[in-house]
């Protein structure tokens, strides 16, 4: 039985692979929350490994405040790249792969067509370059990596775009959404399944990929899906703004192509707007 660590556990992806744990009976799971797996500490991370033999680490430990990164860049530099570096060189020191997740906002936002892993990166805020940090660290010191750049994550836990419309529709309130920004709404649950199923099936195909569900949209079409699946776009006002003011720049362009996800896993991938109808369905 091979036996997981997942950090960062507390946090909405860690309690997406927490609610699947179950239908994996051959994985050992070992959920640890950001205070008892501290990725900033690798002498803590060690007496981790030192009691158990971990086969797989999936880092779900990240800070992900876009808005607060921009003046928290320390912070954010020391648990987005040290810790990752941190994992990777415990993982290294004892023969375990990492999992590990990355962001569209690696890349700057002016290209007009998906990118791909290959594409140039270009962060434009605090929290893409921490990211791509951390992705260069893991790069350097471990050979035995998966890296998901992903987009968007949404799901039923933790802080996110979707769960905040669901509050808004519940307090009757007017929508001011922004159209200028366009990339894919991701369902959290979908990664966190296909991350399982590429350890259960043992796959060593390592390196970077790009993982978001189909499709694309702005966060307008994205708040219009969630009223219209839930039946509240007759008692919901939703204005389109297309001049939303932000601390962190955002890129206007960052949908990921998954082609060569798909080639070297040969799993389905769900379109945005039905994952997401899978998920208020649910």
Not at 32 to 47: H, P, Y
Not at 105 to 133: C, H, M, R, W
Not at 235 to 248: D, G, H, Q, R
Request: charged fraction near 25%; charge should be negative; aromatic fraction near 12%.
């Amino acid at each position: 039985m091979k036996n997981i660590l997942v950090t960062g556990a507390n946090g909405q992806l860690g309690a997406c692979f927490k609610k699947i744990s179950n239908n994996y009976s051959e994985l050992n799971f070992y959920f640890k929350s950001s205070s008892e797996a501290d990725i900033t500490d690798k002498s803590k991370l060690g007496k981790l490994f030192a009691e158990v033999k971990f086969d797989y680490v999936i880092n779900c430990a990240a800070y992900t405040n876009v808005e607060k990164a921009e003046s928290e860049e320390e912070k954010v530099f020391q648990i987005n790249a040290t810790g990752a570096r941190n994992l990777a060189e415990v993982c290294n020191e004892n023969q375990a792969i990492l999992v590990h997740f990355s962001t569209d906002y690696v890349f700057d936002g002016k290209a007009e067509k998906p990118y791909q892993e290959t594409d140039k990166t270009n962060p434009i805020n605090i929290y893409g370059a921490s990211k791509l940090k951390g992705e260069q660290l893991i790069a350097e010191v471990l050979k035995e990596h998966f890296i998901f750049r992903t987009s968007w994550l949404y799901s039923e836990f933790g802080h996110n775009f979707y769960k905040t419309i669901l509050r808004k529709v519940n307090e009757k309130a007017e929508l001011n959404i922004t159209t200028s920004q366009t990339g894919t709404p991701t369902n959290a649950n979908d990664l966190a399944e296909f991350v399982l199923e590429i350890i259960a099936s043992e796959n060593k195909n390592f390196g970077l990929y790009h993982f978001s569900n189909l499709g694309e949209a702005t966060w307008y079409d994205f708040s219009k899906a969630i009223l219209e699946i839930t039946g509240n776009s007759e008692e919901i006002v939703l204005n389109e703004n297309n001049n939303f003011k932000t601390i962190a720049a955002r890129p206007d362009y960052s949908v990921l192509d998954k082609s060569k996800l798909q080639q070297v896993f040969s799993k389905p991938i769900l379109d945005w707007k039905k994952s997401l109808q899978n998920l208020i369905n649910a």
